[in-house]
């Protein structure tokens, strides 16, 4: 994606959000765990539902457990192996794109900024690095942070150079009011918000509208290929232990259309035989961990792991997010 684009969209999410003033005001959850000084306690434990399960119920915002020298970068080329942490062209590196000086995130985790110096978001202090855990996915590309990048077959990668090395990723998605893949929604600048029921999450994304449905009513993942593929697919959660697993099959894949089956915003594809098995953690009241398995043998030679973190959003509410399918923006400002 050309740094026009980037800065064009930017630009235009800043444009359509409302002031402060005319969104919901702060309100004061009483359930939330303070500190003596009424701040938020978000090392406290995390909440839980009448029946003893983590209640996940809550405003998140993508944060970061990145080891020093490794950000939310924008990735390289399709097949290019990923640079060692902390090397010059490494993802969130002094001097690589995406890195600033000292090697922190440079993308609206701790700096709150996008491409083109314009703030996204509030900024959102990192957690910890956890050397145990899988790799970190990448807002821009998925595998950013994977030794030797995705594991593509031929297929995948001739889909993924056309999107990012011919077209400049004009066609993710997000730039088109489309809905958009797992990896891109969880880690959007725009805040998303849980609601969990005994036998439903729904999620809404800020970004694009996005809304999912997880069931958690016993009923059984749908046979792949039997249902009409849906854009979020179809989803069932189980427990283990503290651990929510959640399965997801029968998605549109990129076969679909140019606008399909996108893991994120370079154009990593899945195809429609593609299954998402996330594996949802909330260790501390304010921090959430998102550990997702792509399993997508058309697509991948392999199933490959990331984690996505988040933190809680105390006391603030998702804003109205409207994009239509049909918009003319990119147009209107000569991108197209």
């Given amino acids: 994606m050309n740094r026009l684009t980037s800065l064009a969209v930017a630009l235009a999410v800043v444009a359509g959000s409302v002031s402060l003033a005319a969104q919901w005001p702060k309100f004061r959850d009483p359930s939330i765990p303070r500190t003596a000084q009424g701040g938020v306690n978000y090392d406290a434990p995390p909440p839980r539902t009448t029946d003893g399960k983590i209640d996940f119920t809550g405003v998140w915002m993508r944060a970061s457990s990145a080891p020093p020298g490794r950000g939310r970068g924008r990735g390289a080329a399709a097949g290019a192996p990923a640079a060692p942490a902390g090397a010059a062209g490494a993802a969130g590196a002094p001097g690589a794109p995406g890195g600033i000086a000292g090697g922190q995130p440079a993308e609206g985790v701790g700096a709150g900024r996008g491409r083109g110096n314009v703030s996204l978001e509030p900024g959102t202090a990192s957690f910890p690095f956890d050397p145990t855990g899988p790799p970190l996915a990448t807002f821009f590309e998925a ?131 593609a299954t998402f098995t996330e594996r949802y953690r909330r260790p501390t009241f304010g921090h959430l961990i998102i550990d997702t398995t792509v399993n997508d043998p058309k697509a991948y030679t392999r199933p490959w792991t990331v984690r996505v973190d988040q933190r809680v959003m105390a006391d603030e509410e998702p804003i109205e997010f409207i994009c239509n399918e049909n918009q003319q923006f990119r147009k209107r400002i000569k991108i197209d």
Wanted: charged share 20%.
């Fill in 143 to 273: 595998g950013g942070n994977i030794e030797g990048g995705l594991p593509y077959t031929p297929w995948a990668l001739a889909i993924r150079k056309q999107r990012f090395d011919v077209d400049k990723a004009k066609d993710n998605p997000d730039a088109m009011c489309f809905p958009m893949g797992f990896l891109q929604f969880h880690q959007q600048p725009q805040p998303r918000k849980m609601v969990q029921t005994k036998q439903l999450i729904i999620i809404e994304y800020e970004a694009n509208y996005g809304l999912r449905h997880i069931y958690l009513d016993g009923r059984p993942l749908p046979k792949q290929g039997d249902p009409q593929p849906w854009w979020y697919g179809y989803s069932v959660g189980r427990w283990e232990g503290d651990t929510l697993v959640v399965e997801t099959n029968n998605l549109r894949g990129a076969e679909d259309s140019p606008y399909d089956g996108w893991l994120d915003v370079n154009g990593s594809p899945y195809s429609q035989q």
